[in-house]
Protein backbone atom coordinates (compact mmCIF):
# COMPACT_ATOMS: atom_id res chain seq x y z
CA UNK A 1 0.00 0.00 0.00
CA UNK A 2 1.55 3.28 -0.80
CA UNK A 3 0.88 6.21 1.20
CA UNK A 4 0.93 9.81 0.60
CA UNK A 5 3.28 12.43 2.20
CA UNK A 6 0.98 13.87 4.43
CA UNK A 7 -0.46 10.59 5.83
CA UNK A 8 2.94 9.57 6.40
CA UNK A 9 3.99 12.90 8.58
CA UNK A 10 0.33 12.35 9.91
CA UNK A 11 1.53 9.20 11.55
CA UNK A 12 5.02 10.17 12.30
CA UNK A 13 3.45 13.17 14.52
CA UNK A 14 2.11 11.29 16.46
CA UNK A 15 5.31 10.38 18.43
CA UNK A 16 5.59 13.09 20.36
CA UNK A 17 9.70 13.27 20.02
CA UNK A 18 8.82 13.62 16.11
CA UNK A 19 6.08 16.04 16.73
CA UNK A 20 8.11 17.97 18.76
CA UNK A 21 10.65 18.73 16.35
CA UNK A 22 8.40 19.36 13.65
CA UNK A 23 7.10 21.83 15.57
CA UNK A 24 10.46 23.50 16.29
CA UNK A 25 11.69 23.60 12.82
CA UNK A 26 7.82 25.48 12.02
CA UNK A 27 8.65 28.11 14.51
CA UNK A 28 12.25 28.60 13.73
CA UNK A 29 11.47 29.16 10.06
CA UNK A 30 8.23 31.15 10.44
CA UNK A 31 11.24 33.35 13.00
CA UNK A 32 13.56 33.59 10.12
CA UNK A 33 10.91 34.64 7.24
CA UNK A 34 7.69 35.68 9.10
CA UNK A 35 5.57 33.62 6.91
CA UNK A 36 2.09 33.13 9.17
CA UNK A 37 0.34 31.39 6.55
CA UNK A 38 3.33 28.48 6.45
CA UNK A 39 3.03 28.62 10.25
CA UNK A 40 -0.58 27.75 10.32
CA UNK A 41 0.03 25.10 7.78
CA UNK A 42 2.48 23.13 10.06
CA UNK A 43 0.37 24.05 13.08
CA UNK A 44 -2.70 22.19 10.86
CA UNK A 45 -0.61 18.77 10.25
CA UNK A 46 -0.36 18.97 14.15
CA UNK A 47 -3.48 19.25 15.01
CA UNK A 48 -4.85 16.62 12.66
CA UNK A 49 -1.79 14.22 13.31
CA UNK A 50 -3.31 14.31 16.81
CA UNK A 51 -7.15 13.28 15.19
CA UNK A 52 -10.01 15.80 13.98
CA UNK A 53 -9.63 19.75 14.26
CA UNK A 54 -13.54 18.97 15.49
CA UNK A 55 -12.11 17.06 18.56
CA UNK A 56 -9.23 19.75 19.11
CA UNK A 57 -10.87 22.58 19.20
CA UNK A 58 -13.52 21.31 21.75
CA UNK A 59 -10.44 20.03 23.84
CA UNK A 60 -8.91 23.67 23.50
CA UNK A 61 -12.11 25.40 24.42
CA UNK A 62 -11.37 27.36 20.98
CA UNK A 63 -14.63 27.64 18.78
CA UNK A 64 -14.43 25.00 15.60
CA UNK A 65 -14.96 27.64 13.40
CA UNK A 66 -12.72 30.09 14.45
CA UNK A 67 -9.72 27.20 14.66
CA UNK A 68 -10.42 26.64 10.82
CA UNK A 69 -10.27 30.44 10.14
CA UNK A 70 -6.79 30.08 11.83
CA UNK A 71 -5.36 27.07 10.45
CA UNK A 72 -6.76 28.15 6.72
CA UNK A 73 -4.43 32.02 7.54
CA UNK A 74 -7.94 33.77 7.12
CA UNK A 75 -7.73 35.40 10.57
CA UNK A 76 -4.32 35.63 13.19
CA UNK A 77 -4.97 34.17 16.43
CA UNK A 78 -4.63 36.42 19.86
CA UNK A 79 -1.85 35.09 22.24
CA UNK A 80 -4.13 33.60 24.37
CA UNK A 81 -5.39 31.79 21.43
CA UNK A 82 -2.42 30.70 20.32
CA UNK A 83 -1.40 29.65 24.02
CA UNK A 84 -4.53 27.21 24.45
CA UNK A 85 -3.51 25.92 20.83
CA UNK A 86 -0.10 24.91 22.01
CA UNK A 87 -1.19 24.12 25.60
CA UNK A 88 -3.80 21.32 23.95
CA UNK A 89 -0.59 20.30 21.98
CA UNK A 90 1.20 20.00 25.24
CA UNK A 91 3.69 22.93 24.64
CA UNK A 92 4.40 26.62 26.26
CA UNK A 93 5.57 29.65 25.50
CA UNK A 94 9.00 30.45 26.74
CA UNK A 95 10.81 33.84 26.89
CA UNK A 96 14.59 34.12 25.53
CA UNK A 97 16.70 37.02 25.49
CA UNK A 98 18.55 37.56 22.45
CA UNK A 99 22.10 37.84 22.20
Request: charged share 25%.
Amino acid sequence: MTRTFDEYLKENLKNPEEATAFFQVAIEEFLEDNNLANFNKALDILIKSQGSVAHFAKISGINRTHLYKILNSEVEPKLSTLKSILNSLGYKITIARVA
